[in-house]
């Protein structure tokens, strides 16, 4: 299968707990953006990287939130202290360096208790 | 401005009929509108993309039709089938950067 992947699937985890969440895009693809959706909702942006370079990132997310793309391949999200209004699908995508098609991954579904 | 506005929030429609999803936005920088098609528990998959050269896109079944003066777009599924039930997203994004979604359309196809 050549397209996104994300790990874990599922996570369940206790309120001050961290969590951590990995991305591997479609190899080749030099964007990478991460997005959070919530039941009944469409996706909201969290952050955007070119390669290894985090371009943008939402004004909305918490401190709590970081995001890495170390050698420009996969990435990760990290939040800490999960607070019970983090639980939400965690969506990363992935696009080519033309065009403006992203690409997206299966999700991680959080569920702060 | 950077809003995009989607209508209707659902829509059913028999089987072999045309599903029309409206989507309206007001930033004139937008250069890409996609749309996607979202099962529950999946993660959203990329239809069908325009660009504001171009005033209609078709692809198997499914057609966008693109008015850049009204700032407007919407999505038309033809031959329509109950596996096309879903949630559908319009999106907008200037460059490469993040994708500004609709609120969604949930569509019924009933057999």
């Known amino acids: 299968d050549t397209g996104v992947s994300q790990d874990p699937r599922h996570k369940i985890t206790k309120r001050g707990q961290n969590v951590t969440f990995r991305c591997d895009p479609i190899s080749e693809h030099n964007r990478l953006y991460w997005y959070r959706q919530t039941l009944g909702q469409g996706p909201e942006f969290l952050t955007y990287f070119q390669n290894e370079a985090q371009l943008e990132k939402s004004r909305l997310l918490s401190d709590r939130f970081s995001a890495e793309r170390p050698k420009g391949s996969f990435s990760t999200l990290e939040i800490q202290r999960t607070e019970q209004g983090d639980s939400a699908m965690y969506l990363c995508?992935?696009?080519?360096?033309?065009?403006?098609?992203?690409?997206f991954g299966p999700g991680t579904r959080l569920t702060v208790t | 401005q950077q809003q995009v506005k989607q209508s209707p929030q659902s829509l059913i429609v028999q089987k072999g009929g045309i599903p029309i999803i409206n989507c309206a936005y007001e930033?004139?920088?937008?250069?890409?509108f996609p749309w996607y098609q979202q099962f529950p528990g999946k993660g959203p998959a990329l239809l069908i993309a325009?660009?504001?050269d171009v005033s209609e896109k078709k692809e198997g079944r499914f057609t966008i039709s693109f008015n850049k003066s009204a700032k407007q777009f919407s999505l038309h599924i033809m031959d329509s089938q109950p596996g096309d039930s879903a949630t559908y997203f319009c999106?907008?994004?200037?460059?490469?950067?993040?994708?500004?979604w609709g609120a969604g359309t949930k569509l019924i196809i009933k057999p």
């Open positions: 999106a907008a994004s200037e460059g490469n950067y993040q994708l500004i």
């Open positions: 930033n004139t920088a937008f250069d890409y």
């Open positions: 995508a992935s696009g080519g360096p033309w065009g403006g098609e992203q690409y």
């Open positions: 325009i660009r504001p």
